[in-house]
């Protein structure tokens, strides 16, 4: 079966210092991934999704950026954190093409900018 | 583009009462629908999909939700809500179009109270 892996699960974080979330899946190959961000109220918001290493698509402009150096390894990074960048980070995998289009996801990353 | 509306941010029950959230969706193609369901601190946990075969979809937890193309809704409903229900659920929408097969497109989400 299929698991996916986010660390760490909480991190405080003062303004201006770097970020680096990451997330692994296991069980499967090739999958799509995604990074979304929850605020308080504001439901998910895509920021990130890859469909293979080194294919990163960005939806939205931020200080933030993603990597996935290995098949099955996202990574979530920023330089300087702001303020706004606190809020619960989750990572989704999917299969591709052939699947059904559904979204697995991780347990998440709590972040609080001080 | 396809968006998704959920009426009510907020739905409070009484244990054993029906429960319903509500959904409906904007998609130029036939879509995929899903519900998802997030305890609090937790990641979405998936409910329950429709991918164009019956339009009354049957999910875990005795959920279930009907595809109504005439009124683009996807309504999620339990006949007899526990305690254990509480969280916040989720509808998203997959429809292909644009060169976005691989994206979905969720609701603000609705939380779910049930008091005893």
């Known amino acids: 079966s299929q698991t996916i892996h986010q660390w760490p699960a909480t991190l405080v974080q003062p303004v201006g210092s770097p970020l680096s979330l990451e997330c692994t899946v296991e069980?499967?190959?090739?999958?799509?991934l995604y990074w979304y961000r929850q605020a308080a109220g504001r439901g998910l918001q895509l920021l990130f999704y890859?469909?293979?290493?080194?294919?990163i698509s960005s939806e939205v402009p931020q200080n933030l950026s993603a990597s996935r150096p290995q098949d099955r390894q996202f990574i979530l990074s920023s330089k300087k954190l702001l303020l706004s960048d606190s809020g619960f980070y989750l990572c989704?995998?999917?299969?591709?093409?052939?699947?059904?289009?559904?979204?697995?996801f991780g347990p998440g990353t709590r972040l609080t900018v001080l | 583009a396809q968006s998704v509306t959920q009426l009510g941010s907020h739905v409070s029950v009484s244990e054993g009462a029906l429960v319903l959230l509500r959904c409906n969706y904007s998609?130029?193609?036939?879509?995929?629908l899903f519900w998802y369901v997030q305890y609090p601190n937790q990641g979405l946990q998936l409910l329950l999909k429709?991918?164009?075969?019956?339009?009354l979809v049957k999910g875990i937890n005795g959920f279930e939700a009907e595809f109504k193309k005439s009124e683009t809704s996807f309504h999620l409903t339990k006949p007899s809500a526990h305690m254990s229900d509480a969280a916040e659920y989720f509808c998203?929408?997959?429809?292909?179009?644009?060169?976005?097969?691989?994206?979905?497109?969720f609701g603000k989400g609705t939380l779910l109270t049930v008091n005893p």
């Open positions: 998609s130029s193609v036939p879509p995929y």
């Open positions: 890859s469909v293979g290493i080194g294919q």
């Open positions: 069980g499967t190959s090739n999958p799509n």
């Open positions: 429709y991918t164009s075969a019956a339009t």
């Open positions: 998203a929408v997959s429809d292909g179009s644009g060169g976005s097969n691989y994206k979905l497109t």
């Open positions: 989704a995998w999917s299969r591709g093409l052939a699947g059904n289009r559904e979204q697995f």
